[in-house]
């Protein structure tokens, strides 16, 4: 199976833009995680979607939004940027059956948001 | 507040010598534990995980993890480090409960692991 997909890699923006990244979850996989990896703060979560519901949601400002579509890929928004969000954002899969309890998370190789 | 500790921000060992990467958890009741590996550049790959069951979990590329319910602790090992292991390791936990356990895995800060040749 091809693993998780995360478009694009890289992204420049500036300070106030808006910005949208996109996560293609395992084939089957129905729960779609998002998480922010800086050096300061490490890796956080973000928010998580399962058929097309956001159950779960980190402790992040409503700048940052994300969706789920029909065949699970799933999109996050980050407007009006800071320098602050400059970061890796990871995507990550699971499966999302059995109520998720023991679920494994799968993660892409992620996208690298600079903002100037 | 549920947490991870991983002591080690940064070790260093020799190609061939043994590895053990510490990690430490705090939650009300156990929860589900992994550890992942990450390389420069990429995202994280998961090396294995517990559940429940057996305490000595075997993973990927050779590497084992021993959850210790008296410690909070579940540690990574490796008998016999090669060069191509350096890399960041994150131990990682997850509630076992729906709600506000769905997909958040809280993470430690990482340890950074350089091998010598």
């Known amino acids: 199976k091809a693993g998780v997909t995360q478009t694009p890699r890289y992204l420049i923006k500036t300070r106030g833009q808006q910005v949208t990244l996109s996560c293609s979850p395992i084939s089957g996989h129905r729960s779609v995680s998002w998480y922010q990896q800086t050096p300061g703060q490490g890796l956080q979560f973000l928010f998580e979607y399962f058929s097309e519901t956001q159950r779960n949601k980190g402790n992040f400002p409503g700048r940052f939004s994300g969706r789920q579509f029909s065949n699970s890929r799933s999109e996050m928004n980050v407007s009006t940027l800071e320098l602050g969000d400059s970061a890796l954002y990871l995507c990550a899969s699971s499966p999302g059956t059995s109520g998720g309890r023991t679920d494994t998370q799968y993660f892409g190789p992620g996208t690298r948001l600079t903002v100037l | 507040a549920q947490s991870v500790t991983q002591p080690d921000i940064h070790i260093t060992v020799s190609e061939g010598a043994s590895l053990e990467l510490r990690c430490n958890y705090s939650y009300g009741a156990t929860p589900y534990l992994f550890w992942y590996v990450q390389s420069p550049g990429q995202g994280l790959q998961l090396l294995l995980k517990?559940?429940?069951?057996?305490?000595l979990v075997q993973g990927i590329k050779g590497f084992e993890a021993e959850f210790k319910r008296s410690q909070s602790s579940f540690n990574l090992r490796k008998p016999s480090v090669h060069w191509s292991d350096a890399a960041e390791y994150f131990c990682?936990?997850?509630?076992?409960?729906?709600?506000?356990?769905?997909?958040?895995?809280?993470f430690g800060q990482g340890t950074i692991l350089t091998v010598h040749p």
């Open positions: 517990y559940f429940s069951g057996d305490t």
């Open positions: 990682a936990a997850r509630k076992d409960a729906g709600g506000t356990s769905y997909g958040k895995l809280t």
